[in-house]
């Protein structure tokens, strides 16, 4: 399985960017997905995340600016960063709570990771 994020890139404040994941593979099931965000020497936080069911989750410094949303069909999720500020310059991960296929069998449900896709905020 594999989840690809694109859309990253550098933008001026004030800007907006799309985020996009998408999962493919064998998934059986995928669960929560979700964005997280890393800069160097910080621990990687949650931005925003989503049910299978649409129920979101934001952190309070996404509250208002990001919004996250997800196509179940193509088990792809978003993520529409408005407002930008440097301070949301980081490496963003797709994430994807989920099990997969092996043998005909579904595994546990554990966390899956994209490779990160690099957002830079100029001010």
């Known amino acids: 399985v594999q989840l690809v994020e694109s859309g990253g890139g550098l933008v001026q404040a004030g800007g907006s960017l799309r985020l996009s994941c998408a999962a493919s593979g064998r998934w059986f099931r995928i669960n929560a997905m979700g964005w997280y965000r890393q800069v160097p020497g910080k621990q990687r936080e949650l931005v925003a995340s989503i049910t299978s069911g649409g129920t979101t989750n934001y952190a309070d410094s996404a509250k208002g600016r990001f919004t996250i949303s997800r196509d179940n069909a193509k088990n792809t999720v978003y993520l529409q960063m408005n407002s930008l500020k440097p301070e949301d310059t980081a490496v963003y991960y797709c994430?994807?709570?989920?099990?997969?296929?092996?043998?005909?069998?579904?595994?546990?449900?554990?966390?899956?990771w994209g490779q990160g896709t690099q957002v830079t905020v100029s001010s």
């Open positions: 994430n994807a709570e989920g099990s997969t296929m092996s043998g005909g069998i579904p595994t546990f449900a554990r966390d899956y």
